[in-house]
């Protein structure tokens, strides 16, 4: 007579990291948008076109990549691409090789902001899921509410049925603790990413 397996909290946890991941990353048309600036700033003949592709590249950056702790050129990258999109408009650099210089170097921050911010960003997911996997089923159900607690233990025994509930409450309070534990090995508590 085979009994009932049990079932785990932390299988409800598998995909923190991912979640996490797809959450904190920018849209499919934000990137969209972000190659077609990069693609007119490089491509456009007219320094005026070649401004707005600029100032296009400067906002979505800005914009899409809002969690200053995890974009390392936040705010003097963006001075810098606004510093070439006013020497673009101006005509301060001369000639074909200075706009084009002063597009490509505006493509290269920006090139440079994105990468490093989908790379922080992926390590951080990593270091989450890691720390979930990590999880005793006991720890979160110490992390649970007194209700959610009994319902998961019911279902963990496999009298719960469907695990209902649970699915949301058992990866929020994963997080929570992945959470705190990468916090723990970050430098004066601010959200800078160790590599």
Not at 93 to 115: C, D, K, R
Not at 133 to 160: F, H, K, N, Q
Request: proline fraction near 5%; hydrophobic fraction near 55%; glycine fraction near 10%.
């Amino acid at each position: 007579m085979n009994s009932p397996c049990p079932y785990r909290l932390s299988g409800l946890a598998a995909t923190v990291g991912a979640d996490f991941r797809r959450r904190a990353m920018p849209s499919s048309w934000v990137g969209l948008g972000l190659v077609l600036a990069a693609g007119a700033a490089l491509m456009a003949a007219q320094p005026g076109v070649q401004a707005v592709a600029v100032l296009a590249l400067a906002l979505l950056c800005r914009r899409a990549f809002r969690r200053p702790s995890l974009a390392p050129l936040g705010n003097p990258g963006f001075a810098v691409l606004l510093l070439l999109l006013a020497t673009s408009a101006l005509g301060i650099a001369t000639g074909m090789w200075g706009a084009w210089g002063a597009a490509g170097l505006a493509v290269v921050i920006a090139v440079v902001h994105v990468g490093s911010y989908a790379a922080r960003v992926v390590g951080l997911s990593m270091r989450l899921q890691a720390v979930v996997d990590s999880l005793e089923d006991v720890e979160l159900l110490a992390l649970l509410p007194p209700d959610a607690a009994a319902e998961a233990r019911r279902w963990m025994a496999g009298a719960g049925g469907d695990a209902g509930r649970l699915t949301v409450a058992v990866p929020l309070a994963a997080l929570h603790v992945a959470l705190g534990r990468c916090d723990a090995r970050v430098r004066d508590r601010r959200a800078l990413l160790l590599g």
